[in-house]
């Protein structure tokens, strides 16, 4: 009896195992390769995602600035609106955060004065001189390692009203002068001539421009 057949069947057996083996492996490699690059896709969605929450942070910190900024001189002076602010401080505004699609932390910018411009004409008000400020803000995204800073420079000018501001200068003179014993007759003189400007005509324009912005390395 020949044994040929059976050992020809086993063979082929033994070869068809190995080719399911290979087939299955190249699956497997396939299955892996193509779970790793899902895995790096979710993860560079969710950075970018973290960047785009972090940056319109930072954003909203710069606009929250301008309307400070905006607040000079009537409700704010210069040195209460310098130094660092969380967004809301000053102007009450409300951020949203903590959600799922949230940035995680309320954001912050630093407000500081630059020196004034050379250019200022030296008969206007000094309150009506633009002026120029430099905020630096950060935002933050969905985790607290994400951080955008934004810095931008603006140029405001406040128009005060001179003529209310003379006319206190005038009744403070006044009382002064009567304190000193000046005659009446002289005190209605001293108010009707004094020269009060009509700041109404003036080309006085009160703004808030943004120069320019930068983005900054996070520290």
């Keep these: 009896m020949s044994r040929h057949p059976v050992r020809s069947v086993s063979l082929q057996s033994g070869m068809t195992l190995l080719a399911c083996s290979l087939v299955l492996l190249g699956v497997a490699m396939l299955a892996s390769a193509s779970l790793r690059l899902l895995q790096e896709s979710i993860s560079l969605t969710f950075s970018t995602i973290d960047r785009l929450l972090a940056h319109r942070a930072a954003e909203v910190a710069l606009k929250d600035a301008a309307s400070t900024l905006a607040m000079i001189p009537h409700d704010l002076t210069i040195v209460e609106a310098q130094g660092y602010h969380h967004?809301?401080?000053?102007t009450g505004e409300r951020f949203a955060q903590g959600g799922p699609m949230q940035s995680c932390a309320v954001p912050e910018y630093f407000l500081e004065a630059l020196p004034?411009?050379?250019?200022?004409?030296?008969?206007?008000?000094?309150?009506?001189f633009p002026h120029r400020y430099r905020v630096t803000a950060k935002g933050k995204g969905l985790s607290e390692s994400t951080l955008f800073v934004l810095q931008a420079d603006f140029e405001t000018q406040t128009c005060v009203d001179e003529k209310i501001e003379l006319e206190k200068d005038v009744r403070n003179n006044v009382q002064n002068s009567v304190q000193i014993g000046i005659p009446n007759g002289t005190l209605s003189s001293v108010h009707n001539d004094a020269t009060i400007p009509d700041q109404r005509n003036g080309i006085c324009i009160p703004y808030v421009r943004r120069l320019?912005?930068?983005m900054l390395p996070a520290s």
Excluded at 87 to 90: K, R, V, Y
Excluded at 118 to 128: F, I, V, W
């Design 116 to 128: 004034s411009s050379s250019g200022a004409d030296p008969m206007q008000s000094e309150t009506s």
């Design 87 to 90: 967004l809301g401080d000053i």
């Design 212 to 214: 320019g912005w930068r």
